[in-house]
């Protein structure tokens, strides 16, 4: 993960890809990602171990809050995200709408105990939603159908 500059040529190592986005020059970072946005932490850890095991994913970043998960998505190109619904510093549909305004190839698997709320989210913009009572391998399985 490299980035050599030279005079006024920028070189990119492979296999890395970049996306320069907006006027100010940022750098995303492209890869095969996963960021799971959970503030239980049993829970989290469960999701990074099976995720993990996966062997398909390059990255996986954990967060227990709304803006942590905010600032993660403006350095990085997500591939999946999983998200739960009640966050300490707000709503995981906070988040489904910020990533509506800000568009990026991301799939959203929602994983909840908020099941009334699957509609809605589905309409923000979720890919899936997984109820946390008893769609655990569900989950799993969808993290590496789509990873």
């Known amino acids: ?3 050599y500059l030279h005079s006024s040529n920028y070189f990119f190592t492979p296999p890395l890809f970049f996306y320069l986005t907006n ?13 799971i946005v959970e503030d239980n932490p049993i ?16 990255n996986i970043q954990l967060t227990e809050s709304l803006k942590e998960a905010i600032s993660f998505l403006n350095e990085t190109n ?3 995200i999983t998200l739960d619904l009640r966050l300490p510093d707000g ?4 988040l489904l709408k910020w990533l509506k305004e800000n568009p990026a190839d991301t799939k959203v698997f ?3 105990m908020s099941t ?6 589905l309409k923000y913009g979720a890919f899936d939603f997984f109820d946390k009572a008893k769609d655990f391998d569900k989950l799993i399985e969808a993290i590496k159908t789509n990873s």
């Not at 006027?23 to 960021?35: G, S």
């Not at 709503?91 to 906070?94: A, I, K, S, V, Y």
């Not at 009334?116 to 989210?121: A, S």
């Open 23 to 35: 006027k100010k020059f940022n750098l995303k970072l492209a890869q095969n990602n996963l960021l």
């Open 43 to 58: 829970i989290r850890k469960k999701i990074y171990t099976k995720a993990n095991e996966l062997g398909s994913l390059i």
């Open 110 to 112: 929602v994983f909840s």
């Open 78 to 80: 997500f591939k999946i």
């Open 116 to 121: 009334e709320l699957k509609q809605i989210c």
């Open 1 to 3: 993960m490299y980035l």
């Open 91 to 94: 709503n995981g549909l906070e």
